[in-house]
């Protein structure tokens, strides 16, 4: 698929949405109160090792509030910085479709006949992606777009078990199988800085991605967040974290290898301030990013400027 980045250096989510819907549409964060199977005891108790308290949702809205009332604050918080009348819903924290299907029924429906609202965004597991909820989705699908964000995070088994991922490959590569079935819109979060992984192990994973059916990405730095067993983890095992200037290279080079009509849809994250440990650099977002972008200026980087080969890398 041939992709004019228009002067960009990558593929940005902003660029997709105005090519696609002729405008950016704002993100609000819902919480529908779910769980997580590396939670409730059916694979861990303890959740992935990043994972704080929140399950990842950490600036999703109240859970006691109804779907509705969640919009209604998040279009109002908006207001100062968005302009527009159209929205993604998008149910971030813990495992968004790890719940009974009446219960998903109401929640996703409540969203997607929201007149403000464009596309139905929901994170989960590959894992938890039953027929029954297979269904479901394509049955949202047909009313509005849908995109589904998996955790992959990591290609590599040794650092998978080390985080606590709880599934194989494989089942991530039939979950996009499955999806992209249904027209649904896949978008995969890695992780670039896990302890024990060098930039050859995070092309290895960019590299994987280019050779599935998948439309989007997000490239998260780690973070060590409070209260987390990565925060254990870190002060028994003191291991590298990137400063800004390593961060930017090892992003940049990703970049370079990722296919070009892959969508970017995030470059970095910002863990809450109250929880942050390290790296603290990333506590300012918005400087990160204007940093970010004169860096891939200056050094001349593009996406898909290394040029994709379709070879799959060693998984190690």
């Given at each position: ?168 490959l494989s089942v991530f590569e039939q979950a996009v199988c499955n999806l992209r079935r249904l027209g649904i819109l896949v978008i995969v979060h890695t992780i670039l800085g896990l302890p024990g992984e060098t ?118």
């Open positions: 698929m041939a992709v004019s980045l228009e002067g960009e250096r990558y593929y940005s989510l902003n660029h997709y949405l105005k090519q696609t819907y002729g405008e950016k549409l704002y993100k609000i964060s819902l919480n529908a109160g779910m769980t997580c199977p590396n939670r409730d005891g059916t694979l861990g108790n303890r959740g992935c090792i990043f994972c704080s308290a929140g399950g990842s949702g950490d600036f999703a809205a109240d859970r006691r509030l109804s779907i509705t009332e969640q919009i209604t604050k998040g279009k109002a918080q908006s207001a100062g910085k968005y302009s527009g009348t159209a929205y993604i819903a998008y149910f971030q924290a813990y495992t968004n479709t790890y719940a009974p299907l009446p219960r998903l029924r109401e929640v996703f429906f409540e969203a997607i006949r929201h007149p403000d609202i464009r596309i139905l965004d929901i994170a989960t597991r590959p894992d938890c992606l039953g027929p029954d909820v297979l269904e479901l989705l394509g049955e949202l699908n047909r009313l509005k777009p849908v995109w589904v964000e998996l955790g992959l995070q990591t290609i590599h088994p040794k650092t998978a078990s080390l985080i606590r991922r709880g599934y194989e930039i050859e192990h995070q092309l290895a994973t960019v590299r994987y991605l280019n050779t599935l059916d998948i439309q989007g990405v997000k490239f998260q730095l780690l973070h060590i967040l409070k209260h987390t067993d990565l925060a254990y983890y870190y002060r028994q095992h003191p291991f590298h974290l990137p400063d800004i200037e390593e961060y930017f290279g090892m992003l940049g080079k990703c970049l370079c290898a990722l296919r070009r009509d892959i969508v970017v849809h995030r470059l970095t994250g910002d863990g809450p301030k109250s929880l942050l440990i390290a790296p603290l650099w990333t506590g300012n977002k918005r400087q990160v990013l204007n940093r970010l972008r004169a860096y891939l200026k200056e050094q001349d980087i593009w996406q898909g400027k290394e040029g994709y080969d379709g070879q799959t890398s060693q998984i190690i």
